[in-house]
């Protein structure tokens, strides 16, 4: 029986073996007992496992930026864990088709990219992210400054980050590098003014709606990046799968990865 401790899970999980050693999630194929062989269930955990990581490479790609070169081994298998648990259940045993529909993906709800620095112990107010007619909206509600903003030692300035990535599982397409707008508050401020990121979004696209702290401090005439390798703050907010079939016409350029048929 699996347990799960924050973005963390140990234990046993249908196919997958979960655990966790100095922080870092570990996850791989559970194998029968007295049996070293794989059966035809743990091939197909492995299988999924596999596709579930080749997938959580892309949604780090797709947010480089974002992450500064910060994807160690304990997010990408955190990641991948998550990943192998929504696409296992999305998986039809005979078929080994995936039937996905609008929130399959809603168990990255809520991912912490960073677990030590987590975006919910900085921000107090979560956004709002609503999908209507191909149109993601992020409200951030009025936040008030330092109870609901915290800043680190030497942060002046924070830039809060949105981003949207755009995957077409079907078609084995993604866009190399999510679409970001940006919000500026420091902490000379006594409050926010509420604000809304809007995005354009195709069908039939998984949509991940993610956010970034990005933390300065101030330097000569200008403003210094303080984030880290062992601070940088993000989340996945929301996840969608638009409706419909993708059609053509856009100007979007997109790069090749697996298929999930």
């Given at each position: 029986m699996a347990r799960k401790n924050g973005d963390l899970i140990s234990g046993v999980l249908g196919p997958l073996v979960f655990r966790v050693m100095n922080g870092v999630q570990y996850v791989k194929p559970r194998c029968a007992p007295g049996k070293m062989k794989q059966t035809l269930e743990t091939k197909r955990a492995a299988n999924t496992f596999g596709m579930g990581s080749a997938l959580g490479s892309k949604i780090r790609g797709t947010l480089k930026v974002q992450l500064q070169g910060v994807s160690n081994q304990g997010i990408k298998n955190r990641l991948s864990g998550r990943l192998a648990q929504i696409l296992g259940s999305c998986r039809a045993p005979k078929s080994k088709r995936y039937n996905f529909d609008r929130d399959s993906f809603a168990g990255l709800d809520d991912f912490e990219f960073d677990a030590?620095?987590?975006?919910?112990?900085?921000?107090?107010?979560?956004?709002?992210?609503?999908l209507a007619a191909n149109?993601?909206?992020v409200q951030l509600p009025q936040l008030f400054i330092p109870s609901q903003v915290k800043f680190p030692y030497k942060g002046f300035q924070c830039k809060v980050n949105v981003s949207v990535s755009l995957l077409r599982l079907r078609d084995g397409l993604y866009k190399a590098?999510?679409?970001?707008?940006?919000?500026?508050?420091?902490?000379n401020m006594k409050k926010t003014d509420a604000h809304e990121f809007e995005f354009s979004v195709p069908?039939?696209?998984l949509c991940i709606v993610s956010l970034?702290?990005?933390?300065?401090?101030a330097e000569g005439q200008g403003f210094k990046p303080i984030n880290s390798k062992s601070f940088n703050p993000g989340c996945i907010c929301k996840t969608f799968i638009t409706?419909?079939?993708?059609?053509?016409?856009?100007?979007i350029f997109w790069k090749e990865m697996k298929k999930f048929p």
């Open positions: 030590r620095s987590t975006v919910a112990k900085l921000l107090g107010r979560p956004p709002v992210v609503v149109k993601i909206k590098d999510a679409n970001t707008q940006t919000m500026v508050c420091n902490k069908n039939g696209c970034f702290l990005v933390y300065e401090t409706e419909g079939d993708y059609y053509t016409g856009d100007e």
